[in-house]
């Protein structure tokens, strides 16, 4: 790591490590829209377990996918599998969901990410947005493959939307409302 580098993330990490707020996270989005380098150190927080400051540079990074989604196109793979890991805090993983779905165009397609999607969307020990994020990338990606896209319907019709929340609900209602006007139900 150069010196150059090593003096962004000092700077990144004093910044982040202080008192969060909507402010510090628009402020540095927009610096890291106009810096590579100062989306290089964020994206290099969003993998390391040191906690808060992986969440904020996360929430950062939402901020900068909201705002131009390919910038970040590139770290799809690697958002998509720290998603995946058991070890990512719920908070973090519905803002990792929330980027994916900023940056995913719906064509690519990981078997095993879809099948991590359907079982986040169905848990009722997930969190109500992580759950509806994944139903909302899960319906996307089934439109790949018409057995996909069956089964992801049959999953949705099959669940007990009274055990979920209203939120949940909605979007289940949404996915299969646009679903029956596509005729593949």
């Known amino acids: 790591m150069t010196t150059a580098n090593t003096t962004i993330i000092d700077a990144l990490r004093e910044r982040l490590s202080g008192r969060p707020g909507k402010a510090l996270v628009l402020s540095l989005a927009c610096e890291a829209l106009a810096d590579a380098a100062l989306l290089d150190a964020l994206c290099q927080f969003m993998y390391r377990a040191e906690e808060p400051l992986r969440w904020r540079a996360v929430w950062v990074l939402g901020k900068v996918s909201e705002r131009q989604a390919s910038l970040l196109v590139g ?3 690697r958002i998509m599998r720290e998603a995946m890991q058991p070890s990512t805090p719920v908070g973090v ?8 779905s900023h940056i995913s165009d719906g064509t690519e397609f990981d078997v095993e990410f879809f099948n991590f999607l359907l079982d986040e969307m169905v848990s009722l020990q997930s969190p109500p947005g992580v759950q509806a994020l994944a139903m909302k ?12 896209h ?5 999953i949705v019709q099959n669940m007990e939307l009274d055990y979920y929340s209203a939120g949940v609900r909605s979007v289940a209602r949404r996915c299969m409302k646009t679903n029956k006007k596509k005729n593949r139900i």
């Open 137 to 148: 990338l899960a319906a996307r990606m089934s439109c790949v493959d018409e057995a996909l």
């Open 75 to 77: 770290e799809r793979s």
């Open 150 to 154: 069956e089964e992801f319907c049959c």
């Open 93 to 100: 993983r519905r803002l990792l969901l929330g980027i994916y």
